[in-house]
């Protein structure tokens, strides 16, 4: 159980272009899900917070309208990386969880490698 | 960015050895402490969480140890296996604005197994 869905693995685009990472919650309804950002042989980085039918709560430094985030349904939340550049190659993986007031543990898709030309 | 910090980067054992792996972190009010696997090209994996009313908790070949005194965790890996090579995230359970909760990550140690 706690399936995380992330789509696509991975992505290779050219500068300039906008870029969108599906996640999906395959067998529970997610009220809240997350948004990391990992570079190599670095540690997990959260963006945002994603709550559904709200808008997202972003961290510190994280530019909201350059990662757009949606969280339309209880079991899908997309993040689109608009006019992506170089700097913005990463991995890239969500989590989810079903009560975002309690202690359990966070549930982890795959990621999404992002490659910019 | 905050994250809670691990000490050491990188640790060898051998095949069947016991592994231990160390984590600090700064917020003494954290009521809730994950330690995440994750395998080259994947997302992190679940291993065993633990509250701040416990001071160990024990799953399968792994156990956390919680010292709220020193602000430290640990996780233990009995007969380590070279399917447990990977790097290994603890997580710390902060309170963001608006209510919700957000988990904070150690740097990550990587795990290395010898035949």
């Known amino acids: 159980g706690a399936v995380v869905s992330q789509h696509p693995s991975w992505v290779i685009c050219k500068s300039g272009t906008s870029v969108k990472i599906e996640c999906r919650s395959l067998d529970f309804q997610a009220t809240t899900m997350f948004w990391y950002r990992q570079f190599p042989k670095q540690s997990l980085m959260l963006m945002a917070t994603s709550n559904e039918g709200s808008k997202a709560t972003y961290e510190q430094g994280v530019e909201k309208d350059k990662f757009l985030i949606n969280h339309a349904s209880l079991t899908l939340s997309t993040l689109t990386v608009t006019s992506a550049h170089p700097e913005d190659s990463s991995f890239y993986i969500c989590?989810?969880?079903?009560?975002?007031?309690?202690?359990?543990?966070?549930?982890f898709g795959d990621g999404t490698r992002l490659s910019i030309l | 960015g905050e994250n809670v910090g691990l000490h050491l980067p990188t640790l060898s054992v051998q095949e069947g050895d016991n592994s231990i792996i160390n984590c600090a972190y700064s917020?003494?009010?954290?009521?809730?402490f994950i330690w995440y696997k994750q395998e080259s090209g994947k997302g992190p994996q679940f291993i065993i969480d633990i509250r701040s009313n416990m001071d160990k908790r024990q799953g399968q070949r792994v156990t956390v140890l919680l010292n709220k005194t020193v602000k430290h965790l640990s996780l233990q890996i009995a007969a380590t296996q070279p399917g447990d090579s990977a790097v290994y995230f603890c997580?710390?359970?902060?309170?963001?604005?608006?209510?919700?909760?957000?988990?904070?990550f150690g740097a990550g140690t990587r795990l290395a197994v010898h035949p």
């Open positions: 917020n003494s009010a954290s009521d809730y």
């Open positions: 989590s989810a969880v079903t009560d975002r007031g309690g202690n359990q543990p966070q549930h």
């Open positions: 997580a710390e359970k902060r309170v963001g604005s608006g209510g919700y909760n957000k988990l904070i």
